[in-house]
């Protein structure tokens, strides 16, 4: 199964990340920052923005589900309805299950 994370460093998504690596699927690990070493091997990591739908259907064009594991940035709170919507308008575009 190909499957993208968005929030793959995070505490939920870093562990998504590795047990779905374990259990042998295919894992896009989609990183806010510079793309991390400490994946486990096999998982494409990919610096994206969340909010930016166009990118984001991008990414999950061809995948079988995606997770959503993201936080806000401290002091961006107000940013969550916002990341959510992009996450699910992208979704929707390449109807792909979230």
């Given at each position: ?48 923005d969340a ?37 699910l308008d ?9």
């Open positions: 199964m190909k499957i993208v994370i968005v929030g793959a460093t995070g505490m939920v998504g870093s562990r998504i990340t590795s047990e779905a690596s374990r259990r042998g699927h295919a894992v896009t690990a989609v990183v806010r920052g510079a793309k991390p070493a400490t994946f486990p091997g096999g998982v494409t990591a990919v610096a994206a909010n930016d739908r166009d990118q984001m259907s991008r990414l999950f064009s061809g995948s079988d589900a995606i997770v959503g594991a993201t936080k806000p940035a401290a002091g961006q709170e107000d940013t969550v309805a916002t990341t959510t919507t992009a996450l992208a979704a929707a575009a390449t109807a792909t299950r979230i």
